[in-house]
């Protein structure tokens, strides 16, 4: 089965930095777009960042000049690479992609697992 597997997170103080990694699996030829989601308990799922398959970005306002979303076809990965982390981006990290398998039709939406930042001192 195609899946998304994202890892890099964990405890950082504020100010600090990761970068997520999301990794696609199984029979495909290439993710199209991607984004990254994030979701902190009790509330909704948002954007963070998008890009498209030629590299196009876009990003929430509240990471704006501090994320930075990035790909690499060749490995059929997606990074998020975050700088001055604020304690507000405590969050459940999730990877979302559009995935061209090497048979049948494109899927679309596909959700990785997640992976945990926390930001505290």
């Known amino acids: 089965q195609v899946q998304l597997v994202e890892s890099g997170g964990g405890l950082v103080q504020p100010g600090g930095s990761l970068r997520l990694s999301c990794a696609a699996s199984?029979?495909?030829?290439?993710?199209?777009?991607a984004g990254w989601f994030r979701q902190a308990p009790g509330k909704q799922r948002e954007l963070v960042a998008a890009?498209?398959?030629?590299?196009?970005?876009n990003y929430a306002d509240s990471v704006k000049g501090r994320f930075t979303i990035s790909r690499d076809n060749a490995k059929n990965t997606v990074y998020l690479r975050m700088n001055n982390l604020e304690p507000e981006d405590t969050a459940v990290y999730y990877c979302?992609?559009?995935?061209?398998?090497?048979?049948?039709?494109?899927?679309?939406?596909?959700w990785g697992q997640g992976t945990q930042v926390t930001v505290s001192s």
């Open positions: 199984g029979s495909i030829l290439s993710i199209n777009a």
């Open positions: 890009i498209t398959s030629i590299g196009s970005t």
């Open positions: 979302n992609a559009d995935i061209v398998p090497s048979r049948g039709l494109m899927i679309t939406g596909l």
